[in-house]
């Protein structure tokens, strides 16, 4: 699945926080349910517009970033 398939950034919507694609719903909500011990079915009931592919898709690019190599230099950039 192609990036713009999962997160849109626009300014035009929620000011250019990163949402899922085609829909108004934060990716950060997807963290935010997890880490309240919610689960992705329980995510994606509150979030209809929400695909289950596009949320698979956004915990694998999360992994990937995260276990990469490179992740103190992705940290530095981000923090």
Request: proline fraction near 4%; charge should be negative.
């Given at each position: 699945?192609?990036?713009?398939?999962?997160?849109n950034v626009?300014?035009?919507?929620?000011s250019?926080?990163?949402?899922?694609?085609?829909t108004?719903?934060?990716?950060?909500?997807?963290?935010?349910?997890l880490e309240?011990?919610?689960?992705?079915?329980?995510f994606?009931d509150?979030?209809?517009?929400?695909?289950k592919?596009q949320?698979?898709?956004?915990?694998?690019?999360?992994?990937?970033?995260?276990?990469?190599?490179?992740?103190?230099?992705?940290?530095a950039?981000?923090?």
């Amino acid at each position: 699945m192609n990036i713009k398939e999962i997160i849109n950034v626009d300014t035009e919507i929620l000011s250019g926080q990163p949402v899922f694609t085609g829909t108004r719903v934060p990716v950060e909500s997807l963290f935010d349910h997890l880490e309240s011990g919610i689960s992705l079915d329980e995510f994606l009931d509150d979030f209809p517009t929400v695909s289950k592919e596009q949320a698979i898709a956004l915990l694998e690019i999360a992994n990937k970033v995260l276990t990469s190599k490179n992740v103190e230099q992705i940290y530095a950039a981000v923090a």
